[in-house]
């Protein structure tokens, strides 16, 4: 979370300067776009594997009243942390597949000469780190559903 707290500091600072110049000088950070870009990414990504672990995405409970009422929220719950963890394998595998053609064909950002295949390996590191997150949540679940007990 340090990471994405320094990545979103960095991206207000970056905002602010650029609507500046831009404003009051008419002297836009030419870089501004493609560093939002990276920013956001590594907002985002940064943040994903904690709030995986910490259970804080966003959900939808239509279905939570059946499944308390049996008892049955840890098998529910790992089921849905399980399928979700072996889902994220595809797009995983998809992320490294092109950050690696970025490297190949030596992609980089237009004004800074950023290679592009590092943010790519970024992402793809976050979410091979969710995959496990969600995994190992999957597996306690079942593990809980398995001994009665019940988590928070």
Do not use: Q
């Not at 943040?47 to 409970?61: K, N, Q």
């Amino acid at each position: 979370m340090a990471v994405a707290a320094a990545a979103f500091f960095t991206l207000m600072t970056l905002t602010f300067a650029d609507v500046i110049l831009r404003s009051a000088f008419d002297a836009p950070i030419e870089a501004a776009t493609e560093l939002t870009r990276i920013l956001m990414a590594i907002i985002v990504f940064s943040a994903l594997p904690e709030t995986t672990w910490r259970g804080e995405h966003v959900t939808v409970d239509l279905l939570d009243g059946s499944f308390h009422r049996r008892g049955l929220s840890s098998i529910r719950d790992a089921a849905v942390n399980l399928a979700c963890g072996i889902l994220l394998l595809f797009p995983a595998r998809r992320i490294v597949t092109l950050a690696e053609r970025a490297r190949e064909y030596g992609d980089s950002t237009e004004y800074l000469n950023i290679p592009v295949f590092y943010v790519g390996w970024f992402v793809a590191l976050s979410v091979f780190l969710t995959i496990g997150v969600l995994l190992y949540r999957g597996v306690l679940c079942l593990s809980d559903a398995l001994s009665g007990k019940r988590r928070p």
